[in-house]
């Protein structure tokens, strides 16, 4: 396993990566399997990642685990993932909560059966006596999703008088959205070969740095993050203003 470049300074590391896990279909597939096989091994590649986040100190990852578009695919491999989260849940949260992972979901679970939804909410209760890495799990999740829940939120807000109106500004739609108490998403990766977002986290996309990579997700290990972790540390982050200007602050 690769250890990360000593030379990445800390502050050169990110503090929110976001990860579209895509490629277990064509992985399984390359080996005549049946896609769930992916699915399973897309499971291995999830802790691997988890792990390698918690020794690089990277204290929020958000993994998209189920689009609000993957209810389109077949019945049977939708109820894989749906037993696969329920697994997961069971088999992970305890551990990742001794680790210091604080496990949260985001998205629309009203969709989910009552089984699932419990499992979800009984995890989220389970917080670590210190919270080294934030896991958010994007499951019914659509970027587009997110901002209508927040423009809801606001505008109830409004109706009952809590927020003006002539206030409602980047701020406060920001602040209504799922992930606002956590750090900035920073970098987003997706796997597969895609360079598409495909709905995932759009308003907090605005100034993350993207890296896209050809790996199938269940090759996906600490290695191919460092790789992403080394060209993220190597960007210069602009937010609108020149390279000279970053250089150079007045
Ligand atoms: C995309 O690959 C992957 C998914 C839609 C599901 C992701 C789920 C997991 C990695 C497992 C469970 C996750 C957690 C957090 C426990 P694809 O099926 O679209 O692959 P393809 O593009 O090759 O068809």
């Not at 210190?130 to 970027?143: D, F, H, I, M």
Request: glycine letters at 6%.
């Amino acid at each position: 396993m690769s250890i990360i470049d000593p030379a990445i300074a800390v502050q050169r590391l990110p503090r929110h990566v976001a990860i579209v896990m895509d490629g277990n279909g064509r992985w399984a597939e390359a080996r005549h399997r049946p896609r769930s096989f992916g699915h399973h091994e897309g499971v291995k590649a999830v802790r691997a990642t988890v792990e390698a986040c918690l020794r690089r100190h990277i204290p929020v990852l958000t993994l998209f685990a189920f689009s609000s578009e993957n209810w389109k695919r077949p019945e049977d491999e939708v109820g894989t993932l749906m037993e696969l989260f329920m697994k997961a849940i069971d088999r992970e949260v305890d551990e990742l909560v001794a680790n210091g992972v604080a496990v949260r979901f985001i998205g629309d679970r009203s969709a989910f059966a009552p089984a699932l939804r419990d499992r979800m909410d009984r995890a989220e209760r389970k917080q670590p006596a210190q919270t080294r890495l934030s896991l958010n799990v994007a499951a019914n999740y659509g970027g587009r999703w997110d901002i209508v829940q927040a423009t809801r939120r606001i505008v109830q807000g409004i109706a009952n008088g809590d927020i003006d109106a002539d206030t409602v500004d980047e701020s406060i739609v920001d602040a209504h959205t799922s992930l606002a108490d956590l750090a900035p998403l920073d970098l987003f990766i997706r796997t597969g070969g895609e360079h598409r977002v495909s709905n995932f986290l759009l308003w907090q996309l605005a100034y993350a740095e993207l890296w896209f990579s050809d790996v199938l997700w269940p090759d996906f290990d600490a290695a191919t993050l460092d790789a992403a972790l080394a060209d993220y540390a190597r960007r210069e982050r602009r937010f609108g203003r020149t390279g000279q200007q970053l250089r150079h602050p007045a």
